[in-house]
């Protein structure tokens, strides 16, 4: 099956978990990722929250893979802001191999957030949100 944002849109929490715990970590991306965040999965809210969010919050990451480190990219002017330290790690979801985007040491605003992705088709990554060890949201990106 081919994974795009249209379809993780559709797919309900417990869909996109198996899809996650089923899917390689891939390599560390590189450059810059359309970022889509997937909050209610499974509902008819799901697309809706996206498109505000993507509007007027998160649009996005731009990873330096060489470096280790990644910029969010915020606001309604796609700022770049938020660094994360960028490397391969135990994902908190299955034990199994991930990215993980870590904010614990570069980031005064999220520094409780961890997010973890893995690569569900060529250029598109799934990813988990964690505030400590809460699991908060899922998201996708979508590289160019």
Known sequence: MAYDVRTLLEMRQDELDDLFRNSPAGDIPDGEATGTA????????????????????????VFDARRGVLKNRVSIFGLEAILAKVYKGESWLDQKECV???????????????????????????????????RLIDFCLAFR
């Open 38 to 61: 997937i909050i209610s999965p499974g509902t008819v809210f799901t697309e809706s929250i996206a498109k505000m969010i993507n509007l007027f919050a998160w649009q996005g990451k």
């Open 100 to 134: 993980v985007l870590d904010y614990s040491a570069t980031s005064l605003v999220a520094h409780w957030i961890r997010d973890e992705i893995r690569c569900i088709a060529p250029g598109v990554y799934l990813g988990k949100v964690y505030w400590d060890k809460h």
